[in-house]
């Protein structure tokens, strides 16, 4: 085996890492322009926020109104302070600017039957980028399991014997 | 290669064994005597009153009938078994007290007067929240004082039940601060508070209009004028305290903008989530009860009078889901909540 | 390599394994009776805890231990560290079968030549994992509102208990576990990946040996209650880390060792075929559960949630479309996929038995991020449910008025990502060996490969996306 063959799972295995380095330290989508100012009234229900899905771009100055349709529900989104408890008939409200991008969960914060822990929607600032880089590394990842880190067996016939 | 034993003797081997046996007893019987001596000791204890709050389709307070006895302290514990609820004694100014779910909450009360008094859930639970009630028997040696207080509109010959269309609607909505512009001194009847309770706006209006002191103004402005006595005959006060009032008690049915349409009411039987057990059997032969009153409607809010509204909410309504408040709220607080809906018609929209 | 020879000293060659037993400290630990016992009572004195609070506590599912205890943190204990780094560990404390054992053993401690039950050789026919992987998916389909109301966690357990007693006095030794469990399929399976084994030092020993004590046990121990026998055994799948073989062998020849991750991923025989498939129906369970309760669609859990209901007819359908039939469909295909080459040597099945150990670093990293993604949201339920375990308004620890405190955000959304893609780097690597080994190289390895990644695409979308 030449040098060569010897050292290329060893340079294919850096190229890939430094690939996955910089794909998950790429800085994402800032915000480039003054955001628009959005208003969402989501709809917290037995057991779902209805939109489940609140999109915005980066820097927008983002109003939530909650509204309990049937029981007091919470509302409280991951990685922005934002805190809300409503009961039906009392919608309340938070205003916040989504500087950071990325998926955020929004959670019920308040018991509300069973089915409470799973109670979530999602806060998307800007595009789903963590989701398609860690695709991007999924690649990596299949191809740096298949080739740099197997290793020929060096004994011939060693291939199948037990582990 | 010898094997390292630990208990060569067989008689240590046998105490090994009895020691593990009592280890196992220990630990099989600790956890359920120290869970049955907390039972019991809670389960036991003479003052002290465990209500479990449910959602009404669950059940509702449990235990919904309590005794007490005037001047004696009837010590609570307070727990909710779902969701959120609120405890609070209707007809009392003691704040209510709100009960996360799963967590004790402890109270005393002492009643200074003996009769029956209502409790309730202070927080929204469901379409049935409001029959999530129960009742504290409190007796004592001096006989109840009976409070038959006849409301206003059984004295004034009120049908509450009958349909009250208005027999005029105004084009433009009127305006409490234009009618206090036109510096109009109102006639002889049209003065007084009690005046403006007992008769529909529409009334009013007619009334005026008709009164030789009203002539050259516009119908709107006269309109105006019905606005105006509205809102001098109530109080900054009591609009803040009825808009309160609406908020935690009626918005959920009615609308946070008094349209009928609140998240409550849009909730059909065959709507509910099944998690929610549904309300279907709480209304006459199972049928969909009609909407809740649409308070922005001119054609049949300003064809009511505020006695009228006021007994519609003291008593409630039957076969529809409209709750009775009598038990709940004080007289100051009834007539609080009917001046606050005038909002709807009157004045600036929120 | 073959492991004929292990070195004497406990730190042979960074290659090999590390002998745990060859540690005097260590040894006698565990061959030592009661320290085992001791975290065994712990066990049962936990499982009575969650089971008195389950019936008699709140039915706020967030604040009874019965749910908070099993379902948080025991769970995410399991599926985070004691299955990927100590294998079947839990299986030689778990207390659902100690009372059953006890009863049927006459004794906690050594034996004692008394016992009850009628000893019973399990049925034939139920061997093998048909039944367990049946009873996963069972409970996998009343699992969510088991999972959320006390009062069924206990009723579960009690149920689990009373079977195991049940069994364990009809049957002989350890059937419920080995049979039965469902929870031990899915620990079976996963503790391949890990870097702890019992095995023997040098099989020509055992070989020699004809009495066999391992097996038929001893006055200082009884004979495998996992109705293995030690000397072929060859990966974790069925040992349950009871630690009896360590103390019935007259010869000294059984050890526990630490040893790659990962070791067992690579048998010389191919797997059996129930094996294969639950790795299959395993894996596609926890693209459904990930789906169904960190998913987009309220209305799925609804009717994942509605037991009994219609909607929940159409779920079950689903869910066992999707495990039983679609995904192992799909990684058929995919194992089908590579060059045939005229040398039609692979039949299905074998293909399947072949492949499939390579999906278990996979599937335990979705296990693995799916819970602890939960755990870290849920955790701060921990402290105030211990502090009034039965509802009725204590405060033992201080704890009970704790608001809740969910850890999130991007950092542990790349975290639960960094988890799924390593075990699919690693399970990408187990596959390529697998397709050298069947001679088919990178072609053949392709399309498992893309199976795997359309399983971590799924997987990563539901958890960042």
Request: aromatic content about 8%; hydrophobic content about 45%; proline content about 8%.
């Amino acid at each position: 085996m030449t040098r060569f063959h010897r050292l290329l799972p060893y340079v294919a295995l850096a190229t890939l890492a430094v690939a996955g380095v910089s794909l998950v330290g790429l800085p994402s989508e800032e915000a480039r322009s003054e955001g628009v100012a959005r208003s969402v009234r989501v709809e917290a229900s037995t057991f779902a926020f209805t939109p489940a899905t609140i999109e915005v771009d980066p820097g927008d100055r983002v109003t939530i109104e909650l509204a309990s349709a049937d029981v007091v529900h919470g509302l409280h989104i991951e990685g922005y302070d934002v805190n809300l408890t409503a009961d039906p008939g009392q919608p309340t409200s938070a205003t916040f600017t989504a500087d950071r991008p990325g998926t955020y969960r929004i959670r019920c914060s308040v018991p509300c039957g069973p089915l409470h822990p799973f109670m979530s929607g999602r806060l998307r600032v800007g595009p789903p980028s963590t989701f398609w880089r860690a695709i991007a590394l999924a690649f990596i990842a299949v191809a740096v399991g298949g080739t740099a880190l197997w290793r020929k067996p060096t004994r011939p016939g060693a291939r199948l014997g037990p582990s | 290669m010898g094997l390292r034993r630990l208990s060569p003797s067989t008689t240590l081997r046998a105490g090994s064994e009895h020691l593990a046996r009592i280890a196992l007893a220990l630990v099989t019987l600790a956890v359920p005597l120290a869970v049955a001596v907390a039972w019991w000791g809670a389960n036991r204890s003479p003052s002290a009153v465990t209500i479990h709050g449910r959602v009404s389709e669950a059940g509702g307070w449990l235990p919904g009938t309590l005794r007490a006895v005037v001047g004696s302290p009837l010590q609570l514990r307070l727990v909710s078994d779902d969701v959120v609820h609120g405890f609070a004694i209707g007809r009392s100014d003691a704040a209510p007290i709100d009960l996360p779910p799963g967590q004790v909450v402890e109270t005393t009360l002492t009643f200074d007067q003996p009769g029956t008094y209502t409790f309730y859930c202070t927080r929204w639970c469901g379409p049935d929240h409001w029959r999530m009630r129960g009742v504290i028997e409190v007796s004592g040696s001096q006989p109840a004082a009976p409070e038959v207080v006849e409301p206003l509109y059984e004295s004034l010959g009120i049908d509450i039940d009958a349909p009250h269309p208005a027999s005029a609607v105004p084009q433009v909505r009127p305006s409490p601060e234009r009618g206090e512009a036109l510096g109009f001194e109102p006639p002889e009847g049209f003065r007084s508070r009690p005046d403006f309770i007992a008769r529909p706006p529409a009334e009013t209006w007619q009334s005026l209009r008709l009164d030789p002191s009203t002539r050259g103004l516009s119908e709107s402005q006269v309109w105006d004028l019905v606005a105006y006595q509205w809102r001098s005959a109530t109080t900054d006060a009591a609009l803040q305290e009825g808009q309160a009032l609406f908020a935690q008690n009626c918005a959920a049915c009615h609308g946070e903008s008094g349209g009928g349409d609140g998240v409550i009411a849009l909730r059909t039987p065959e709507g509910v989530a099944e998690a929610v057990p549904a309300a279907g059997a709480t209304h006459l032969a199972g049928e969909q009860p009609p909407s809740p009153a649409d308070f922005t409607d001119p054609s049949t809010m300003l064809g009511a009078s505020s006695a009228l509204l006021q007994g519609k909410i003291l008593r409630g309504g039957m076969g529809t889901g409209m709750p009775y408040w009598g038990p709940i709220l004080t007289e100051a607080q009834l007539w609080a909540l009917t001046d606050y809906l005038w909002t709807f018609q009157f004045g600036e929209t929120s | 390599m073959a492991e004929t020879h292990t070195p004497r000293s406990p730190f042979g060659s960074i290659m090999t394994r590390v002998d745990l037993t060859r540690l005097p400290f260590v040894r006698s630990m565990l061959v030592a009776r009661g320290p085992q016992l001791a975290v065994q009572l712990a066990a049962v004195a936990g499982l009575l805890l969650v089971i008195a609070a389950g019936l008699l506590g709140t039915p706020v599912g967030s604040r009874n231990p019965a749910t908070v205890l099993v379902w948080i943190a025991w769970w995410a204990a399991l599926m985070i560290v004691a299955v990927p780094f100590f294998g079947r560990l839990w299986c030689g404390v778990c207390p659902l079968p100690l009372p059953g054992e006890w009863l049927q053993r006459g004794a906690l401690l050594r034996p004692r030549g008394r016992g009850r039950g009628l000893g019973l050789p399990w049925p034939r026919r139920l061997r093998g994992l048909w039944v367990q992987n049946a009873a996963f998916v069972i409970v996998a389909l009343f699992s969510l509102p088991v999972l959320t109301q006390p009062r069924l966690t206990a009723l579960l357990l009690a149920g689990l208990v009373l079977v195991a007693i049940a069994i364990s006095l009809v049957f002989e030794r350890r059937s419920f576990c080995r049979y039965l469990c469902p929870v031990g399929g899915f620990i079976g399976l996963y503790a391949q990946a890990a870097p702890l084994e019992v095995r023997v030092r040098d099989p020509r020993v055992c070989a020699d040996h004809t009495t066999k004590t391992c097996y038929t046990g001893s006055a200082d121990g009884y004979g495998c209650p996992w109705l293995v026998f030690p000397a072929t055994l060859t990966s974790n799948v069925s040992c349950g880390v009871c630690l009896e073989c360590l103390r019935t062998c007259p010869l000294d020849n059984v050890a526990i060792r630490l040893r790659p991750m990962g070791a067992d991923l690579r048998r010389s025989t191919p797997i059996r075929i129930d094996e294969a498939f639950k790795s299959l129906v395993l894996i596609g369970s926890a693209l459904v559960y990930a789906f169904v309760l960190l998913g987009p669609s309220s209305a799925l859990r609804a009717a994942a949630a509605a037991v009994g209901s219609q909607s929940w007819l159409a779920y079950a359908a689903g869910f066992l479309l999707v495990t039983v039939v679609l995904v192992p469909g799909l990684f058929l295909v995919a194992t089908r996929l590579g060059p045939s080459v005229g040398s039609s040597h692979l039949s299905a099945k074998e293909g399947l038995q072949r492949f499939a150990p390579a999906l278990v670093p996979l599937g335990l990293a979705a296990w693995a991020a799916f819970s602890l993604g939960f755990v870290l949201t849920n955790a701060s339920y921990i402290l105030p449910a211990l502090s009034d375990p039965i509802g009725l308004g204590w405060d033992l620890l201080g704890t009970t008025s704790m608001p809740w405190a969910p850890v999130g955000g991007p950092l542990v959304s790349w975290a639960l990502s960094a988890i799924v893609l390593v075990g699919l780097a690693w399970s990408s690597r187990q596959v390529r060996a697998v397709a050298e080994d069947l001679a088919g190289g990178v072609r053949m390895a392709l399309p498992v490969w893309g199976f795997s990644f359309l399983v971590t695409a799924g997987l990563l979308w539901v958890f960042v996306a």
